[in-house]
Nanobody
């Protein structure tokens, strides 16, 4: 059974940086595509960044050039480095895992990011 646990959230001033971590427990981490999603109050959950099992990445236009997703298969962890944070980045951030060709999607419990002065 796959479990995802996010950490690294908190309150940061505009222009600041944070790094989120998502620890994966279970087997075959390297075969999973991983992603970070976020959901702001009153809005739908949206994809922030994704990384394939092979290391290819994709980003929402709103975070390109500011956020970087990476993975460490040995540690079974995916990261989201967030720089130049803006108030509009405020949301609950969720880690997501999906194995290619398998229907099940796994979610973490979420971690709050608040960007405010």
């Amino acid at each position: 059974q796959v479990q995802l646990v996010e950490s690294g959230g908190g309150l940061v001033q505009p222009g600041g940086s944070l790094r989120l971590s998502c620890a994966f427990s279970g087997s075959f981490f390297s075969a999973f595509a991983m992603g970070w999603y976020r959901q702001a109050p009153g809005k739908q959950r949206e994809l922030v960044a994704g990384i394939s099992s092979g290391g290819s990445t994709n980003y929402a236009d709103s975070v390109k050039g500011r956020f970087t997703i990476s993975r460490d298969n040995a540690k079974k962890t995916v990261y989201l480095q967030m720089n130049s944070l803006k108030p509009e980045d405020t949301a609950v951030y969720y880690c997501n895992a999906k194995m290619v060709a398998a229907p099940k999607v796994y979610w973490g419990q979420g971690t709050q990011i608040s960007v405010s002065s």
